[in-house]
């Protein structure tokens, strides 16, 4: 063992220098030195005068040059004064005890490539045994699939942040990430990568799958055995094969078996009534491994030999469909008489257009009856009028029996897919009523004999009469002014066939069944996204028609900001209304979602629309009752329509929003009107006053009106003249058209028009809405706003946050140190993000609630504060 000792403690005045040779830094910006020495205690020296120490120092000294033979002591930096924890005397050096000790040092912030290491003593009795010099690193490891390499630490403590490698075979799924301590620990990991398709996590590494067995998605986390009927023969495959005769539709997921397409329809049965014919059969015994089992049938007609068939063409009809059936019954009609058809029925599934093989089907073959043969001709009997025409025809000229009744079909011209009509009569004459004034229409009549129903006589075309109506005098007219209120959804509302409507998914519940979102393609239209309404099952008669009506008066409105109407389906289950799509649903959720986000001039717009869709309905004399942000929908572009014309309809969803009145029936207290809810005088004025609170809803992003206040503590208030106040950031120009929805006499509220009128001018001079109506001196108010709380009955930060439903952030505002109400007052928009409210909304609620408190404080102690 090699040492280096010195003792010379006889002597004053000692400084002797022991130096290292050049150390490399090797990159460590921090270096730990270790040194184990022995010192002998200056008292178990016998003679040694006061000279004599017990320590000795350290010092370095930074270089880039590696063969340095001199450097001055004053160049030296000092690193510390070293004493020992345990000395040695002469006795214990005969006993063979030796007083090791070990003193470990850092030198931090390096930044040459070397350096060397002195120690002097100054008068000391010692030896050196060994000097250890090292610096710290985190070594290299793998964790969550990805390769974190050496990295020395820093020279101060603080984290490095140090970006992992993916392994082989495997992908980023989170950018892995882990932190370098300063004790050369790894700390904090985060983020991972995932083994790619084929390939699994086992150990640290990714595994390829064995033959047989795959993985689809580095999302799954293990290799998964091949699904029936099919195989992998190599090593990571991400598919299994399908085997022969087996396929997989585009969109099946990889762990669904491969299937095939189905064998034939089993045990047809037709049914022929005169000139219809229904078919039924059972499902495919082989479905092929698959339940989205269609039907398609091709017509063949023969006349004569029956190897000399030809198509049927486009005049028969099939109900519900003749291809793409997911039932297993169809009725076919508009079959000529006494005729040879043969049905090809064919069963497909998701796969059976992969499949080059034929496809399997069984044949129908089927004979109608005779019937009345000769065609009826219509002609014109007498004078057309606006909304009817008068037929007459001829009886067939050779008859199958005794005719029993006639069948006149008619529909708009270029409409005749979408919706027909069927009436019978036992005359030679019919007037059809309830058409619209100036439209063509398409007339053709069959008899129906004893033998079963003739072919339709030839088409004829008449025209109604133009309606004479002064320019903005249309009026809405109420179905139930209808004697059958079924006439009224005819005269309104236009039928859709079913086949035309694919329904996608529930997007909600309504009074009479769901509401779901879903395509119409009408024949030579667009496909275009749809809202079905659909009247559930077990309904009664009054249901049908209450359900109806809603569609009879939709129907009348052509306006962009009110809902418009598709059409209906009556002729088949269940009875639906279709109409336009309105992606973003309702104002008021569509509000709450995004608070803060619109500019006012965005939110004016919003209000100038639904403002004209009202005019619109008021023009027409028609009466909302229900007008609330709730019953307006809101489409991709933002545009608002108004919605919901059910008229009596039960808000079952809100029933704190709905109160029985003393002359019967449900009104929303809310948002109605005081005459409305004392005497039910519903006006135009009564929806003037509901769209003053449609406004202060917009304003205020969805709030609900008058809080948590009760129906009767509203309609008290409302009649000692309390009105709501201004929302957060809200203009004063707006506020007071509010006021003016409210007015207590319904004469002295403004018309639809307008408002309309005051919107727009708005919007032409946004200037006029920099003006708030918080900062508006403004005393119209005879209570206090319920979202700004009774200064005298809040004495902490929490009553006051749970005051303004701001509860949730407790905990951010005693955590800042937020204790008492004087400390909030201070607070601003910076304040509020550090301490962790970032939502804009809820920033200006909480500053709003502040400029609040500060007035009542300024108002109770006679100063101003600046805040």
């Given at each position: 063992m090699r040492t280096y000792q010195v003792c010379n403690v006889m002597e004053a005045y000692q400084n002797n220098w022991l130096r290292t040779s050049w150390i490399p830094r090797d990159g460590a910006h921090r270096i730990y030195i270790e040194i184990k020495f022995t010192l002998r205690d200056c008292n178990s020296l016998p003679g040694v005068p006061g000279t004599c120490k017990e320590t000795f120092n350290i010092y370095y000294y930074e270089s880039n040059n590696n063969n340095l033979w001199y450097i001055k002591e004053s160049q030296y930096i000092k690193i510390d004064t070293i004493a020992a924890d345990e000395s040695f005397t002469q006795v214990d050096v005969g006993d063979r005890v030796m007083k090791l000790n070990t003193e470990v040092r850092d030198i931090g912030s390096l930044t040459k490539k070397g350096f060397y290491l002195a120690f002097q003593d100054v008068g000391a009795c010692i030896a050196l045994v060994s000097v250890r010099v090292y610096y710290k690193k985190c070594p290299l490891t793998i964790r969550n699939l990805a390769e974190f390499p050496d990295r020395v630490t820093e020279g101060d403590s603080s984290l490095v942040e140090v970006r992992g490698s993916c392994v082989n075979n495997s992908e980023e799924y989170d950018v892995p990430k882990m932190h370098c301590s300063a004790d050369g620990g790894w700390l904090v990991p985060i983020g991972r990568c995932v083994c790619k398709p084929g390939y699994e996590e086992k150990r640290d590494a990714c595994q390829p799958c064995r033959p047989g067995f795959y993985k689809a998605s580095s999302m799954d986390a293990y290799c998964m055995k091949c699904p029936p009927h099919s195989y992998s023969h190599q090593e990571s495959s991400s598919q299994c094969t399908c085997e022969k005769s087996y396929f997989r539709a585009e969109t099946d997921p990889r762990a669904m078996p491969c299937t095939r397409p189905p064998t034939a329809p089993e045990n047809p049965i037709s049914t022929?009534?005169?000139?219809?014919?229904?078919?039924?059969?059972?499902?495919?015994?082989?479905?092929?491994?698959?339940?989205?089992?269609?039907?398609?049938?091709?017509?063949?007609?023969?006349?004569?030999?029956?190897?000399?068939?030809?198509?049927?063409?486009?005049?028969?009809?099939?109900?519900?469909?003749?291809?793409?059936?997911?039932?297993?019954?169809?009725?076919?009609?508009?079959?000529?008489?006494?005729?040879?058809?043969?049905?090809?029925?064919?069963?497909?599934?998701?796969?059976?257009?992969?499949?080059?093989?034929?496809?399997?089907?069984?044949?129908?073959?089927?004979?109608?009856?005779?019937?009345?043969?000769?065609?009826?001709?219509?002609?014109?009997?007498?004078?057309?009028?606006?909304?009817?025409?008068?037929?007459?025809?001829?009886?067939?000229?050779?008859?199958?029996?005794?005719?029993?009744?006639?069948?006149?079909?008619?529909?708009?011209?270029?409409?005749?897919?979408?919706?027909?009509?069927?009436?019978?009569?036992?005359?030679?004459?019919?007037?059809?009523?309830?058409?619209?004034?100036?439209?063509?229409?398409?007339?053709?009549?069959?008899?129906?004999?004893?033998?079963?129903?003739?072919?339709?006589?030839?088409?004829?075309?008449?025209?109604?009469?133009?309606?004479?109506?002064?320019?903005?005098?249309?009026?809405?007219?109420?179905?139930?002014?209808?004697?059958?209120?079924?006439?009224?959804?005819?005269?309104?509302?236009?039928?859709?066939?079913?086949?035309?409507?694919?329904?996608?998914?529930?997007?909600?519940?309504?009074?009479?069944?769901?509401?779901?979102?879903?395509?119409?393609?009408?024949?030579?239209?667009?496909?275009?996204?749809?809202?079905?309404?659909?009247?559930?099952?077990?309904?009664?008669?009054?249901?049908?028609?209450?359900?109806?009506?809603?569609?009879?008066?939709?129907?009348?409105f052509d306006n962009p900001n009110i809902i418009r109407l598709e059409g209906v389906v009556t002729k088949c289950k269940p009875v639906m209304i279709i109409t336009e799509y309105m992606e973003n649903g309702s104002l008021d959720s569509f509000l709450r979602k995004r608070d803060g986000q619109f500019t006012v001039i965005q939110l004016v717009g919003m209000l100038r629309g639904i403002a004209s869709g009202m005019k619109y309905l008021s023009d027409m004399n028609y009466i909302h009752r229900d007008l609330a942000a709730r019953n307006i929908l809101v489409n991709s572009n933002f545009v608002c329509k108004v919605s919901d014309f059910g008229l009596s309809r039960v808000l079952e969803d809100d029933p704190e929003a709905a109160y029985t009145t003393r002359l019967g029936g449900k009104i929303p207290i809310r948002w109605t009107a005081p005459e409305a809810i004392a005497y039910r005088k519903f006006t135009s004025a009564s929806d003037v006053w509901s769209y003053g609170i449609v406004m202060w809803e917009v304003m205020s992003y969805g709030e609900r009106p008058y809080w948590e206040m009760s129906n009767q503590d509203v309609i008290k208030a409302i009649d000692e003249g309390y009105r709501l106040p201004a929302p957060m950031d809200c203009p004063a120009v707006l506020h007071q058209l509010m006021l003016d929805c409210w007015q207590k006499a319904r004469g002295d509220r403004p018309k639809f028009g307008q408002i309309v009128n005051i919107l727009d001018k708005l919007i032409r001079n946004p200037s006029c809405l920099k003006t708030l109506a918080n900062d508006a001196a403004w005393s119209g108010n005879s209570l206090q706003d319920p979202c700004t709380p009774d200064s005298s009955a809040i004495t902490t930060v929490d009553e006051w946050l749970d005051g303004i439903k701001m509860g949730q952030y407790k905990e951010n505002f005693a955590s800042a140190g937020y204790a008492t109400l004087d400390t909030v007052v201070y607070i601003n928009s910076s304040d509020l993000c550090r301490i962790g409210v970032t939502l804009v909304g809820h920033q200006k609620r909480i500053l709003w609630s502040i400029q609040n408190l500060h007035t009542m404080a300024s108002q109770m102690h006679g100063t101003h504060i600046q805040v």
């Amino acid at each position: 063992m090699r040492t280096y000792q010195v003792c010379n403690v006889m002597e004053a005045y000692q400084n002797n220098w022991l130096r290292t040779s050049w150390i490399p830094r090797d990159g460590a910006h921090r270096i730990y030195i270790e040194i184990k020495f022995t010192l002998r205690d200056c008292n178990s020296l016998p003679g040694v005068p006061g000279t004599c120490k017990e320590t000795f120092n350290i010092y370095y000294y930074e270089s880039n040059n590696n063969n340095l033979w001199y450097i001055k002591e004053s160049q030296y930096i000092k690193i510390d004064t070293i004493a020992a924890d345990e000395s040695f005397t002469q006795v214990d050096v005969g006993d063979r005890v030796m007083k090791l000790n070990t003193e470990v040092r850092d030198i931090g912030s390096l930044t040459k490539k070397g350096f060397y290491l002195a120690f002097q003593d100054v008068g000391a009795c010692i030896a050196l045994v060994s000097v250890r010099v090292y610096y710290k690193k985190c070594p290299l490891t793998i964790r969550n699939l990805a390769e974190f390499p050496d990295r020395v630490t820093e020279g101060d403590s603080s984290l490095v942040e140090v970006r992992g490698s993916c392994v082989n075979n495997s992908e980023e799924y989170d950018v892995p990430k882990m932190h370098c301590s300063a004790d050369g620990g790894w700390l904090v990991p985060i983020g991972r990568c995932v083994c790619k398709p084929g390939y699994e996590e086992k150990r640290d590494a990714c595994q390829p799958c064995r033959p047989g067995f795959y993985k689809a998605s580095s999302m799954d986390a293990y290799c998964m055995k091949c699904p029936p009927h099919s195989y992998s023969h190599q090593e990571s495959s991400s598919q299994c094969t399908c085997e022969k005769s087996y396929f997989r539709a585009e969109t099946d997921p990889r762990a669904m078996p491969c299937t095939r397409p189905p064998t034939a329809p089993e045990n047809p049965i037709s049914t022929t009534n005169e000139t219809s014919i229904t078919l039924e059969w059972s499902p495919p015994r082989d479905s092929g491994g698959r339940n989205d089992i269609m039907y398609n049938i091709r017509c063949k007609r023969c006349v004569g030999d029956p190897r000399k068939c030809s198509l049927c063409g486009n005049g028969l009809h099939f109900i519900p469909h003749q291809f793409g059936l997911t039932y297993t019954k169809v009725l076919v009609t508009n079959l000529l008489p006494h005729t040879n058809y043969t049905f090809d029925l064919e069963a497909l599934n998701g796969v059976s257009e992969l499949s080059p093989s034929p496809k399997q089907y069984v044949s129908i073959n089927v004979t109608t009856s005779q019937a009345a043969e000769a065609a009826v001709n219509v002609m014109l009997k007498e004078r057309k009028s606006k909304d009817s025409i008068t037929l007459a025809w001829q009886g067939p000229d050779h008859a199958n029996g005794v005719i029993v009744e006639y069948e006149v079909i008619y529909y708009e011209k270029n409409q005749k897919d979408q919706n027909y009509t069927v009436l019978k009569t036992k005359s030679n004459s019919m007037t059809v009523d309830g058409l619209k004034p100036g439209t063509i229409y398409v007339f053709r009549v069959r008899a129906h004999t004893s033998g079963g129903h003739g072919t339709y006589g030839g088409e004829i075309e008449l025209e109604t009469s133009q309606e004479v109506r002064l320019p903005g005098s249309r009026t809405y007219v109420h179905p139930h002014t209808y004697e059958d209120p079924n006439q009224a959804v005819r005269d309104f509302a236009k039928e859709i066939d079913a086949s035309c409507i694919r329904i996608e998914r529930v997007i909600g519940a309504g009074e009479f069944g769901e509401v779901c979102s879903g395509r119409l393609k009408l024949p030579g239209k667009r496909e275009i996204y749809v809202a079905i309404k659909s009247l559930k099952a077990g309904y009664s008669e009054k249901q049908r028609r209450d359900f109806l009506s809603e569609a009879s008066i939709m129907g009348q409105f052509d306006n962009p900001n009110i809902i418009r109407l598709e059409g209906v389906v009556t002729k088949c289950k269940p009875v639906m209304i279709i109409t336009e799509y309105m992606e973003n649903g309702s104002l008021d959720s569509f509000l709450r979602k995004r608070d803060g986000q619109f500019t006012v001039i965005q939110l004016v717009g919003m209000l100038r629309g639904i403002a004209s869709g009202m005019k619109y309905l008021s023009d027409m004399n028609y009466i909302h009752r229900d007008l609330a942000a709730r019953n307006i929908l809101v489409n991709s572009n933002f545009v608002c329509k108004v919605s919901d014309f059910g008229l009596s309809r039960v808000l079952e969803d809100d029933p704190e929003a709905a109160y029985t009145t003393r002359l019967g029936g449900k009104i929303p207290i809310r948002w109605t009107a005081p005459e409305a809810i004392a005497y039910r005088k519903f006006t135009s004025a009564s929806d003037v006053w509901s769209y003053g609170i449609v406004m202060w809803e917009v304003m205020s992003y969805g709030e609900r009106p008058y809080w948590e206040m009760s129906n009767q503590d509203v309609i008290k208030a409302i009649d000692e003249g309390y009105r709501l106040p201004a929302p957060m950031d809200c203009p004063a120009v707006l506020h007071q058209l509010m006021l003016d929805c409210w007015q207590k006499a319904r004469g002295d509220r403004p018309k639809f028009g307008q408002i309309v009128n005051i919107l727009d001018k708005l919007i032409r001079n946004p200037s006029c809405l920099k003006t708030l109506a918080n900062d508006a001196a403004w005393s119209g108010n005879s209570l206090q706003d319920p979202c700004t709380p009774d200064s005298s009955a809040i004495t902490t930060v929490d009553e006051w946050l749970d005051g303004i439903k701001m509860g949730q952030y407790k905990e951010n505002f005693a955590s800042a140190g937020y204790a008492t109400l004087d400390t909030v007052v201070y607070i601003n928009s910076s304040d509020l993000c550090r301490i962790g409210v970032t939502l804009v909304g809820h920033q200006k609620r909480i500053l709003w609630s502040i400029q609040n408190l500060h007035t009542m404080a300024s108002q109770m102690h006679g100063t101003h504060i600046q805040v």
